[in-house]
Each structure stands twice: as C-alpha cells, then as structure tokens.
C-alpha cells in the first residue's frame, strides 16, 4: 500500500464535543488539491491518526472552536426507503472488508452489489413491460448480459456501460485469479480507466492495487450504486 504523505494542513477546528475529532483542510501525496478532511485520534488509517495528533500538538495553529449546534445540526429528513437501508448496511460490510485490509474481497463484494442493483433494475423494467403487454425476454444471467440488457433498454447510458465493464473485469480477475494483482490481465488498463473517467480532477494516479481499490475502484462503485439508486422508479 503506498504510504500517505502529509504536504500541508490548514484550519483546524474541533469538530466533536469530547475532543476526539478535528476538522481542517489536508493536501497529500494522493491528493491533486486540498480538501476538507476530518482528523480523529481513533482514525483507522496512519495518516488520519497523525493528522489529530499534530493538530493536537498546535503545529498548524491554534484549534478553531466547534461550530454552533444549529450550525451542524443536518435538516430532518423522512424515512429513508429500503434500497437506502440496504446500501447502509452493505457499507457497513464493505468497510470491515476494508478495514481487514482484505481488498480481494472489497472489489467483489462492490462488484457483487452493482451486479445485483442492476438484475434488480431489470427485474422492475421487465414488471413494467409486461404490465404494458410489451415481450419479455430471458432475464440475463451474467453481470455482463445485465450491463447490456439494460443498456439496451435504456436504464443506464453508455458511459455507465463503460465504467460497469471495467468494474465487471477488475471483479472477474479478483475473483478467478489467486495471483490478482497489477499484472493480472487488463486489470491495470480498468483501473485507469475508471480514474480518468471518475478521479483524475481529484487524485494522483499511483499504481499500487491497494489504492487504486481504495480509491478509485470503490469510489467509482460508490457513484454507479448512488446513481441507479436515484434513477425513476416508474415511469
């Protein structure tokens, strides 16, 4: 995993009440600009716990007090739907996959997850056609077939087709190939790809497997699984 450099932090500002998080603006090694970042001293990340400690020392200045609590307080919002509920409790598995550095098994469950999310879109779409007394074909049966079906059907464009292919490969070779790494065949070419499509305006390309999981492949199966989620229902 390559190790994260810490250029420049700026602004630190408590952000919880029992002083166990700070909130400041970081620049990186992996990072092209600045961005808000929240320091805790309970960080499971190295740099996040070094962060804290250093703001804590007073290196990067005296520590801002907390916002107002009107300020911070999020606006109440209704009860979140199902597919919502589940992408919470997917998160929550996929971070201890992380969180065990376990990185095979965070690319396929990501993977596993888009997959489902679109047999679930086609499931819908097929209901819908039938209702209209319009054919219905077989449903596909491969992660790629879903990616064409609905393609072809109209739930995603051409550049999600694009991103889910590179998604479907890098899980593909995770998940057959013992020796998954850079080398492993088109695994690398799928990875920058997702990086220039999702992430070049906000990360430094580094070729390291661990990052380029961490970073860029989740992030981008994060953004597809947000997206399908808010695609219309009905129609």
């Known amino acids: 995993m390559i190790k994260i450099e810490i250029l420049s932090v700026r602004n630190p500002q408590w952000a919880s009440e029992d002083g166990s998080a700070?909130?400041?603006?970081?620049?990186?090694?992996?990072?092209v600009e600045e961005v808000p970042f929240t320091a805790s001293k309970h960080d499971l990340e190295?740099?996040?716990?070094?962060?804290?400690?250093?703001?804590?020392?007073?290196?990067?200045?005296?520590?801002?007090?907390?916002?107002?609590k009107s300020a911070r307080e999020p606006m109440?919002?209704?009860?979140?739907?199902?597919?919502?509920?589940?992408?919470?409790?997917?998160?929550?598995?996929?971070?201890?996959?992380?969180?065990?550095?376990?990185?095979?098994?965070?690319?396929?469950?990501?993977?596993?997850?888009?997959?489902?999310?679109?047999?679930?879109?086609?499931?819908?779409?097929?209901?819908?056609a039938a209702v209209a007394g319009k054919p219905v074909g077989k449903p596909p049966q491969t992660f790629n077939g879903r990616i064409e079906r609905a393609l072809q059907v109209g739930l995603i464009d051409q550049d999600d087709a694009r991103k889910c292919h590179h998604i479907r490969c890098i899980r593909n070779v995770?998940?057959?190939?013992?020796?998954?790494?850079?080398?492993s065949t088109d695994v690398l070419p799928s990875f920058r790809a997702l990086y220039e499509t999702d992430h070049s305006q906000t990360l430094v390309f580094h070729k390291d497997l661990d990052f380029l999981v961490q970073q860029v492949y989740s992030a981008s199966c994060a953004m597809l699984v947000m997206r399908f989620m808010r695609l219309p229902q009905e129609r």
Not at 22 to 31: A, E, V
Not at 91 to 105: G, T
Request: charged share 25%; aromatic share 8%.
């Open 174 to 183: 995770a998940a057959h190939d013992w020796k998954f790494s850079l080398a």
């Open 46 to 68: 190295p740099h996040g716990r070094e962060i804290y400690a250093r703001c804590l020392a007073g290196e990067f200045g005296d520590i801002a007090p907390m916002e107002p």
């Open 76 to 128: 109440l919002q209704s009860k979140l739907p199902p597919e919502y509920l589940l992408l919470e409790r997917f998160l929550l598995e996929a971070n201890q996959e992380n969180n065990r550095k376990s990185f095979r098994s965070v690319v396929i469950v990501w993977g596993s997850l888009l997959d489902n999310l679109l047999d679930e879109m086609l499931e819908r779409e097929a209901l819908r």
């Open 22 to 31: 700070i909130n400041c603006r970081i620049r990186t090694n992996t990072l």
